[in-house]
Nanobody
Framework: VQLQAFGGGLVQTGGSLRLSCAAS????????MAWYRQALGKQRELAAR???????KYADSVKARFTISRDNAKNTVYLQMNSLKPEDTAVYYC??????????????WGQGTQVTVSS
């Protein structure tokens, strides 16, 4: 299963970006979809996760500013990021897990997309 992430870039403080991540390659169903982020010199951390039923969970640092959503028909997860702050600067990675069409579980990471917020 391959994941392709899009949407990173450079934005000023207070701006918005929308990330997307599409999965392909013999997928039967996707369970959890999530966005992690890793700032320079720091550990990777969970930003947001959404379950197959649509229940979302957010890191305290992004609550009320970020919104995670999913399109099950397209095996795609989105992250709408508003009111961006310099501390949101990081490489953002999508992570999906689920079941392969031919059987078996998968858990895959996207390639990462850079988000830079200037002050």
């Amino acid at each position: 299963v391959q994941l392709q992430a899009f949407g990173g870039g450079l934005v000023q403080t207070g701006g918005s970006l929308r990330l997307s991540c599409a999965a392909s390659g013999g997928i039967f169903s996707v369970n959890s979809m999530a966005w992690y982020r890793q700032a320079l010199g720091k550990q990777r951390e969970l930003a947001a996760r959404i379950t197959s039923s649509g229940s979302a969970k957010y890191a305290d640092s992004v609550k009320a500013r970020f919104t995670i959503s999913r399109d099950n028909a397209k095996n795609t997860v989105y992250l709408q990021m508003n009111s961006l702050k310099p501390e949101d600067t990081a490489v953002y990675y999508c992570n999906l897990d689920g079941w392969r069409a031919g059987g078996g579980f998968f858990a895959s990471w996207g390639q990462g997309t850079q988000v830079t917020v200037s002050s």
